[in-house]
């Protein structure tokens, strides 16, 4: 019968006082929201109003404050299991980003190492060469004094053999060339020369270099960036719509813009590059208005954002990479000059990545413009190559090709690794890097598109067309935008939400 017997409901109170562990919580003050037994609300609860919990409880299971309570701690629950989640997904960002940090730490080491021994070894064959020519100067004084030496032995002896001999007659001409020998300079020459190979070189230490290496900062710092966007702000871009138009036309253009390229400054601001009218603007996203403009000596192509308010513009008609602040006015820093018609162009690490034609190549170069290595692009692959985009892993190197309508993926040998063509690809331009490692590429044609391709260039799909002329593009991850420069006066602006 035990086994079979129905519960029934009790109103009785079992759960012992925390405070007066003999007694058994009975009551619940409603004002102080507190539960005691006899003993609390004795001492801290007279005066209140009391409720007493076997009056109140009764079918306390079917009331309204019990499923809602039920409710509220589910939605409980699945809060902390999203945080739970989100922490969890820090944690391994926090290790990628670890590293990442350590990656980036030894590739700057050994590219501080690689152009120091390269340094070494330049300022090390100089000296071999300032060695090479002393020692044969040398050896060469050496062989004439030598000979000299030899010669003149030889006329001692000849002469004391001829007095000896009683030979007059040959003793007076030997004795003649012997003083015709005398008047020779050629000792003193060699002796002249002697002094001009005396190798005392010393190595002096550039001081630039020994007074950067004695800051503590000198290897570098870690920065937390204000471009890190929080976890649950990140989403990924599953479709983009229109949203709105930008003109960045001005009274002082004198024809309608191109903005051949674009870049996100800040969250609320972006930089066209307008071509025909040899312009840089930066243009406010809020309020929609160009709020800072100057003109350039020839058209700019495209551009990089670098460290400290600075950035970095292609101009192929200069063939010249200018570098310049956003700081206050737009104004040029330095100039660096290109071996070739540069036309897109990336900042990573220290180093421009820029693509040019005619020499069909990729240069790699520091921030004062020094080429550091050279890609040469497969002809026969790139017939028209314009704008580049370095990969995540920078193992990889993206460029678009106008004419063959393609995106290939070269790697840092100058080798090709995956090429991506369809139909549905016609003149593509600017591309843009996803958090994922996908590409969304502009398709500059009349009816023009953006194209999503996966980063192995196996895949891709069409999302959004209609476009007049798109030809740059850049993506504000703050506001989940994506802006697209065109041939006109309008920056179309597409929500990526």
Request: charged share 30%; with cysteine; proline share 3%.
């Amino acid at each position: 019968m035990d086994k079979h017997a129905v519960s029934k409901e009790s109103d009785e109170c079992t759960e012992k006082c925390q405070m007066h562990k003999k007694e058994v919580i009975k009551f619940f003050c409603p004002k102080h929201e507190a539960l005691g037994c006899n003993d609390c609300i004795v001492l801290n609860h007279r005066a209140c109003d009391i409720d007493y919990i076997p009056d109140k409880c009764a079918s306390i299971g079917d009331s309204a404050e019990f499923r809602e309570l039920l409710s509220e701690l589910d939605q409980k629950v699945n809060e902390a299991d999203n945080i739970i989640k989100q922490a969890s997904d820090r944690e391994k960002e926090l290790y990628s980003c670890y590293d990442k940090l350590l990656k980036e730490i030894t590739m700057f080491r050994k590219e501080i190492n690689d152009r120091l021994d390269q340094l070494q070894k330049q300022i090390q064959t100089d000296a071999d060469k300032m060695k090479f020519t002393d020692k044969q100067a040398v050896k060469k004084m050496l062989e004439t004094c030598t000979n000299i030496s030899s010669d003149t032995k030889q006329l001692q002896s000849r002469l004391q053999d001829y007095k000896a001999s009683k030979q007059n007659g040959q003793l007076y001409i030997t004795m003649k060339q012997a003083k015709s020998k005398l008047k020779s300079d050629e000792i003193k020459e060699a002796d002249r020369s002697l002094e001009k190979t005396n190798m005392q070189y010393t190595f002096v230490q550039n001081q630039d270099l020994t007074n950067v290496l004695s800051r503590q900062d000198a290897f570098g710092e870690l920065i937390l960036s204000s471009s890190v966007v929080p976890l649950k702000e990140r989403k990924p871009i599953n479709k983009l719509t229109h949203k709105e138009h930008i003109n960045i036309k001005t009274k002082s253009n004198q024809t309608h813009c191109w903005t051949t390229g674009c870049v996100v400054l800040s969250s609320n601001k972006i930089v066209p590059a307008d071509y025909n009218n040899e312009k840089l603007k930066v243009v406010d996203i809020k309020d929609k208005t160009v709020i800072k403009e100057t003109t350039l000596s020839s058209s700019p192509r495209d551009i990089a954002v670098m460290p400290q308010d600075h950035i970095a513009v292609t101009m192929p008609i200069k063939k010249k990479i200018l570098i310049m602040t956003t700081a206050g006015k737009l104004s040029t820093v330095r100039r660096c000059p290109v071996k070739g018609d540069c036309r897109g162009i990336a900042f990573h690490e220290g180093h421009l990545y820029l693509v040019c034609r005619d020499p069909e190549c990729l240069f790699i170069t520091d921030t004062q413009g020094n080429v550091q290595s050279t890609i040469k692009l497969d002809k026969k692959i790139f017939f028209d190559p314009y704008y580049l985009l370095l990969g995540k892993d920078l193992r990889h190197i993206f460029i678009s090709d106008e004419y063959n309508h393609s995106v290939v993926s070269i790697t840092l040998q100058g080798d090709i690794s995956a090429e991506y063509k369809t139909k549905d690809i016609r003149y593509p331009w600017g591309m843009v890097m996803l958090d994922d490692g996908s590409l969304l590429v502009s398709c500059s044609a009349r009816n023009g598109s953006i194209h999503r391709i996966s980063g192995d260039l196996k895949q891709g799909q069409t999302m959004i067309d209609n476009l007049c002329l798109p030809q740059s593009m850049c993506y504000n991850c703050d506001q989940h935008e994506v802006y697209v420069g065109c041939s006109g006066d309008q920056i179309i602006v597409l929500s990526a939400k």
